[in-house]
């Protein structure tokens, strides 16, 4: 026959505290990874669809990423017009922000020329998760128009 001591029992219940602690705290971290993830990749993704566009001289146009706190547009033309309908607006979710934006010359757009793909705004963007700003991604775009991330 056998039978459980108070201690045996008790480790017991101690491991099944951990567990149940540990899945209880996990989920909400990898939600906020994911929307981090999420949120760089379609930064980057908007970079390069306007530099695949200015590329295929899409409408004989050029195309530019407009940058804001909350959000990223892809833009068609030389400026950013924030009413033109051809605009592309992506919103970050409300758990990520653009807390850094730092280009070359200064603004928040960037602007990739015909025939090349190069930019005159090359530069990095930073966004960070809005309850734990540790955690983030650094977008760079060089001089001649290419786009990677990496983690803070």
Do not use: C, W
């Not at 980057?44 to 547009?73: M, N, P, Q």
């Not at 950013?80 to 757009?109: K, Q």
């Amino acid at each position: 026959m056998s039978s459980f001591t108070l201690i045996e029992l008790l480790v017991v219940i101690a491991i099944i505290g951990i567990i149940g602690a540990t899945v209880v705290v996990l989920p909400p971290r990898l939600q906020q990874s994911a929307s981090i993830d999420a949120s760089t990749e379609n930064v980057v993704s908007a970079l390069l669809e306007a530099r695949t566009k200015t590329l295929a001289s899409k409408d004989d146009y050029a195309y530019g990423v407009h940058v804001e706190t909350a959000k990223i547009v892809v833009f068609k033309g030389a400026s950013y017009s924030s009413s033109s309908p051809d605009n592309e607006i992506t919103l970050l979710p409300a758990d990520v922000s653009i807390t850094a934006i730092a280009l070359a010359g200064g603004g928040s757009d960037v602007l990739f020329n015909r025939l090349t793909g190069d930019t005159n705004q090359n530069g990095t963007i930073t966004l960070r998760l809005v309850a734990d700003t540790a955690h983030g991604r650094v977008i760079s775009v060089t001089k001649t128009g290419l786009v990677y991330s990496e983690a803070l």
